[in-house]
């Protein structure tokens, strides 16, 4: 088992780019969530999905999206990039809603 | 507000002594409370949740709802035991998990 895998594991973008991330979740989970994580803070709840609806978003602006494949594997999306967004970001599978969260290895997305 | 509060950054002590990481929490009604751990270059993993009631890898957790913490303990600290541990919650229907800040534990041989 390959457990959660993430791409690309590192990411330079330009302040005012676009930039998704992209999420495999363990095969069988149905619900994914995606994590910022900044260097020294906990990680910070972003968006979860469940059966490729939207069941919980976090407090970040409408800059960030994500959806969910019919294959359960998700996309995270960031428009006009800020350097506050540089981050590492995390993806968690869970078999079901309220199970136990599996983590990726994350993207290191830095913006420049 | 629904909050996590894990007040040390840094803990650090000897092997073989005991350990005991503090965790508080913040929430209106009855959360689940874990602890993820973080060793060096790898992801983010459960070491154990509160419904559990188990010992992993010689660490307990009591939740106390009347303190509303969550302390981790282990009674004889080990080398490997060297990584950064989150206390978290999740309650609610969108089941988000809140992470505290982490404090990273250091084990002096």
């Known amino acids: 088992d390959a457990g959660v895998t993430q791409s690309p594991t590192h990411l330079i973008k330009t302040r005012g780019q676009h930039v998704t991330l992209r999420c495999s979740p363990i095969?069988?989970?149905?619900?994914v969530s995606w994590y910022q994580q900044v260097l020294g803070q906990g990680p910070q709840f972003i968006f979860q999905?469940?059966?490729?609806?939207?069941?919980g978003r976090g407090n970040f602006p409408d800059r960030f999206s994500a959806r969910q494949f019919p294959n359960y594997s998700s996309e995270l999306n960031v428009n006009a990039l800020l350097l506050g967004d540089s981050a590492l970001y995390l993806c968690?599978?869970?078999?079901?809603?309220?199970?136990?969260?599996?983590f990726g290895q994350g993207t290191r997305l830095t913006v420049v | 507000a629904q909050r996590v509060t894990q007040p040390e950054k840094l803990l650090s002590v000897f092997k073989g002594a005991p350990v005991e990481l503090k965790c508080n929490y913040s929430?209106?009604?009855?959360?689940?409370l874990f602890w993820y751990v973080q060793y060096s270059r790898q992801r983010l993993q459960l070491l154990l949740r509160?419904?559990s009631r188990e010992s992993i890898k010689g660490f307990t957790a009591d939740l106390n709802k009347g303190e509303t913490s969550f302390h981790l303990k282990k009674p004889f600290a080990q080398e490997e035991d060297s990584a950064m541990y989150y206390c978290?919650?999740?309650?609610?229907?969108?089941?988000?998990?809140?992470f505290g800040s982490g404090t990273r534990l250091s084990i002096r041989p």
């Open positions: 509160h419904i």
């Open positions: 929430y209106s009604g009855s959360p689940e």
């Open positions: 095969s069988g989970h149905k619900s």
């Open positions: 999905y469940y059966e490729k609806e939207e069941r």
């Open positions: 978290a919650l999740s309650g609610g229907s969108a089941s988000k998990i809140i």
């Open positions: 968690a599978s869970r078999p079901g809603q309220r199970t136990e969260a599996f």
